[in-house]
């Protein structure tokens, strides 16, 4: 694997992203307090974990990914040189090129979300599971950017490293379409738990699934619903475990997502952490 070859770039470009768009954002949490989900200070005061445990947490992942993206890409050999994308450029017109990558998106969504809600719901179910893997997870009571991807390292190998594979191979998307895609579920999984509800951001204009959303299932009474990531919010809504929210004006400065649990809790109630 060359160094600048396409593979390397899919599983450097990625990582690099969850950091630059992480930092973008622990810098604009400096000064727009009044666009926080949750005050500065319980970041410290309620999150169960130390961020200097979280970033070492998220490196191990990273490691991990890039080890599994790697054995992939060699199994599969050398499918992504300059030779091989341009004469399948010229095989295929444009429009049928962009057709074809839009539809191995649409494939690799559906598996990523798919996968991601049955196992994050199992893991809240699951009492053993819940207590001693995904509970590491929502040590993070508080959200932030950087902490997207603190899981258990059993849980960043299943449910984010072996998902992401899946989707890979069932969407048969090239190593260099994976660039655009991996480095989209990154920066969507670092927004949602950045903590901001910023006007005119994209993904809560193009995505239900939001950082609102992700913030009602870090609250404790929430923690039964909102399974759904990275991008739709179609499974909670088909099996009843979709809460709705309001993002609102919090006494005393900022904003808060407060769930409406009526419909919600009715839907769920035997579900258990």
């Known amino acids: 694997m060359e160094l600048f070859s396409d593979e390397a ?5 990625p990582i690099l992203v969850y950091w630059v768009y992480s930092a973008m954002y622990v810098a604009l949490g400096q000064f727009m307090d009044k666009y926080r989900l949750h005050p500065r200070k319980e970041e410290g005061s309620k999150n169960l974990v130390s961020k200097r445990d979280v970033v070492m947490g998220v490196l191990l992942q990273q490691l991990v990914q890039a080890a599994v993206a790697t054995i992939i890409f060699t199994l599969q050999g050398d499918s992504s040189s300059t030779a091989a994308h341009g004469k399948y450029m010229k095989g295929s017109s444009s429009s ?22 049955a196992w994050h719901r199992y893991m809240h179910t699951n009492r053993f599971l819940y207590r001693h ?13 950087f902490g997207a991807q603190y899981n258990h390292p059993a849980e960043g190998l299943l449910l984010d490293t072996l998902g992401g594979a899946l989707a890979f191979l069932a969407s048969g998307m090239s190593p260099r379409a994976s660039i655009i895609f991996f480095s989209l579920c990154t920066a969507k999984g670092v927004d949602d738990h950045c903590g901001l509800w910023l006007p005119g951001n994209v993904f809560h204009l193009c995505f239900w699934n939001n950082t609102a959303y992700h913030d009602v299932h870090h609250q404790l009474r929430g923690s039964r619903f909102n399974f759904s990531q990275p991008f739709f919010v179609t499974w909670d809504k088909v099996f009843g475990t979709h809460m709705p929210y309001v993002v609102e004006e919090r006494p005393g400065g900022g904003l808060q997502a407060r769930p409406l649990l009526i419909s919600a809790a009715s839907n769920n109630s035997a579900d258990k952490n």
Do not use: E, N
Not at 9 to 13: G, H, K, Q, W
Not at 133 to 145: C, D, I, K, M, N
């Open 96 to 117: 049928t090129s962009y057709l074809k990558l839009a539809l191995q998106f649409a494939v690799a969504m559906a598996v990523l979300d798919g996968w991601q809600y």
């Open 133 to 145: 893997v995904h509970s590491w997870h929502h040590r993070l009571v508080v959200p932030y950017a």
């Open 9 to 13: 770039l899919a599983i450097v470009v």
